[in-house]
C-alpha cells in the first residue's frame, strides 16, 4: 500500500516557474516507476512525464518537453516535477502516481496509487 500526497502548486504568472514534489508512505516507493498526469476541466486525465525506478530513464508528453523536468530521492521517497517556462495552457490539476511496474509509462491504467491531486494555475 502507498499513500501519495502532492505539494508545491499555485498559481503563477506565464513565463514562470514551480516545482510540485509527491511524497511517498510506504516500502515500495523505490521499486516503481513515477509518473506525473494533468486533468483539466472537462478534459481527460493526461499523461506529463515518467521516470523508472531508479531514475535511469525519464519520458515526457511532447507539450511539456524542454520545459519540465522528472526527478526522483529514493532516499526521501520523494519525486519532484520541475515546470519552467509555464504557459496558460499547462494549467490543471496535476497528479502523481505509482507505477505497477518499474518502467517509465505513460498509461493512467499502468498506475496502481494516486496522489490526491495539486492545482496549478498559470495567469497573469
Known amino acids: 500500500q502507498l499513500q501519495l500526497i502532492e505539494s508545491g502548486g499555485g498559481l503563477v504568472q506565464p513565463g514562470g516557474s514551480l516545482r510540485l514534489s509527491c511524497t511517498a508512505s510506504?516500502?515500495?516507493?523505490?521499486?516503481?516507476?513515477m509518473g506525473w498526469f494533468r486533468q483539466a476541466p472537462r478534459k481527460e486525465r493526461e499523461f506529463v512525464a515518467a521516470?523508472?525506478?531508479?531514475?535511469?530513464?525519464?519520458y515526457y508528453a511532447d507539450s511539456v518537453k524542454g520545459r519540465f523536468t522528472i526527478s526522483r530521492d529514493n532516499a526521501k521517497n520523494t519525486v519532484f516535477l520541475q515546470m519552467n517556462s509555464l504557459k496558460p495552457e499547462d494549467t490543471a490539476v496535476y497528479y502523481c502516481?505509482?507505477?505497477?511496474?518499474?518502467?517509465?509509462?505513460?498509461?493512467?491504467?499502468?498506475?496502481?496509487?494516486w496522489g490526491q491531486g495539486t492545482q496549478v494555475t498559470v495567469s497573469s
Open positions: 510506504g516500502r515500495t516507493f523505490s521499486t516503481r516507476g
Open positions: 502516481a505509482a507505477g505497477s511496474g518499474s518502467g517509465a509509462d505513460t498509461g493512467v491504467r499502468d498506475y496502481d496509487y
Open positions: 521516470i523508472t525506478w531508479r531514475g535511469g530513464f525519464t
